[in-house]
């Protein structure tokens, strides 16, 4: 079946440093990926998505670029803020489906 | 405009009760889901809606769940003679049209505690 790894947190970084979050992928076809992502207290919100090979997904400093020969797809920000603490999680459907896998989520805490 | 709501926000069951969780979707999307997210864990797929057929119940983990959508608009997820595993937050989210290329809206979920 459909799985989604990713990195486990927490993960903590000062204000301007660089984040990278791995994520990995098993699924048969041709899976669209996303990252949504959970501010305190809020509910999941999609960040970012790529629904083909070598798509690059981006939204508020953050990019992901599917990666089908590496079964990835990692998130990244050049320069974190405060703002940006929350969970982070990887998820993918398959274009037959509409139900969405996840992985097990990252807890992202940026630092002042 | 409203985004997907959820109730209650917070529910606290015997063991032993049964429970009915409520989502109301964005007006006029077709397609429905139900998630269930353990503590410190990803939200894991329950059933889909697509109007008032529910296409895949796959997820759901017993035959103590039910869930439906008589008219195509308000979900129920009914959970009958709660266990202590079932505690969880229970996520719905909503999405225009069918398909996966269409964002899945979610709600802010309905924390269930089982006693």
């Known amino acids: 079946g459909n799985s989604v790894t990713q990195m486990e947190g927490p993960v903590t970084l000062s204000e301007e440093a660089f984040l990278t979050i791995n994520c990995t992928y098993t699924a048969t076809g041709y899976p669209s990926l996303f990252w949504y992502v959970q501010y305190p207290g809020e509910g999941l919100q999609l960040l970012l998505k790529?629904?083909?090979?070598?798509d690059k997904g981006s939204n508020k400093g953050f990019e992901a670029t599917y990666r089908k020969e590496t079964t990835s797809f990692h998130l990244e920000k050049g320069s974190v803020q405060v703002s940006d603490s929350a969970v982070y999680f990887c998820a993918l459907t398959k274009a037959a489906g509409n139900k969405l896998t996840f992985g097990g989520g990252t807890r992202v805490l940026v630092k002042p | 405009g409203a985004g997907v709501s959820q109730s209650p926000r917070y529910k606290v069951a015997k063991r032993g009760q049964d429970v009915a969780l409520r989502c109301d979707p964005i007006?006029?999307?077709?397609?429905l889901f139900w998630y269930q997210q353990a503590l410190g864990q990803g939200p894991e797929f329950l059933t889909y809606f697509q109007n008032e057929a529910q296409l895949d119940k796959s997820g759901l983990p017993s035959d103590r769940f039910f869930a439906e959508r008589p008219e195509g608009s308000v979900s129920t997820l009914k959970i009958q003679r709660t266990q202590q595993e079932d505690s969880a937050v229970y996520l719905c989210a909503s999405s225009l049209q069918a398909g996966p290329y269409n964002e899945q809206f979610f709600g802010p979920g309905t924390r269930l505690t089982v006693l």
């Open positions: 790529a629904t083909k090979a070598d």
């Open positions: 007006s006029g999307h077709v397609s």
